[in-house]
């Protein structure tokens, strides 16, 4: 079965410094697609960050970072130098033909 | 380029009622996933489309259907609405190439209420 962990309910960060999201995945399956989504309160599902399963190096995107450990099974989220704009919630997911979620972060940046 | 469309992006039902719901997928997509979203938790998966098929299924009751369109355009049938159902619905887009589904983009959603 797979299954996505998410153990931060709520997280808060000062302006302009890293935060770091934890997500911990579990499946059998050698190939899957880690996600990472921010979705604000209008709820559409905004792209972050992609890390495949046989990939061999750390994806970034911006200020967004994916550290991959593939023998721990996680998949943390890092952001940098944090901004107001970033305050929302934050899910990881993974794909093995369909999407699991975790049950989400809650980030809010502090001025 | 159009991304993912859903309509309507707020609904009110009433207990027991019919709701159908409608996606549109990215241009050159050709695969609709639904995923229901309750407040405060993550997305979970109902069904997947391709060639208009129901090509798999989350752990959901059979009052939840779909259906998909040659144009890839989805529908999402929710029959005998019960307060549960009370949700954010999202419907994500992506392309099949060589067996493997690339490039998922998830449209606003649509939040139901049954009252």
């Known amino acids: 079965a797979q299954k996505i962990t998410q153990t931060q309910p709520g997280m808060f960060v000062q302006e302009k410094e890293a935060v770091t999201l934890d997500c911990t995945y579990d499946?059998?399956?050698?190939?899957?697609?880690l996600f990472w989504y921010k979705q604000p309160s209008s709820g559409e599902m905004i792209f972050l960050i992609y890390q495949g399963s046989y990939d061999q190096q750390n994806a970034t995107e911006g200020r967004y970072s994916l550290n991959f450990q593939k023998a721990r099974k996680s998949a943390n989220l890092v952001i940098s130098a944090s901004q107001l704009g970033d305050s929302a919630m934050y899910f990881c997911?993974?794909?093995?033909?369909?999407?699991?979620f975790g049950t989400g972060t809650s980030l809010t940046v502090i001025p | 380029d159009a991304g993912v469309t859903q309509s309507p992006t707020h609904l009110i039902k009433t207990r027991g009622q019919q709701v159908t719901l409608r996606c549109s997928p990215k241009?050159?997509?050709?695969?609709v996933s639904w995923y229901q979203q309750a407040l405060g938790q993550g997305p979970q998966f109902i069904f997947q489309y391709y060639e208009e098929e129901e090509r798999q299924r989350g752990n959901f009751p059979d009052r939840f259907s779909g259906h998909q369109f040659p144009n890839y355009s989805s529908e999402l049938n929710v029959n005998a609405l019960l307060l549960g159902d009370s949700a954010l619905y999202l419907c994500?887009?992506?392309?099949?190439?060589?067996?493997?589904?690339?490039?998922?983009?998830f449209g606003s959603g649509t939040r139901l209420t049954v009252v």
């Open positions: 997911a993974m794909t093995v033909n369909q999407f699991y």
């Open positions: 994500a887009s992506s392309l099949v190439v060589r067996g493997s589904r690339y490039g998922y983009t």
């Open positions: 499946t059998s399956d050698p190939s899957y697609g």
């Open positions: 241009s050159g997509h050709d695969t």
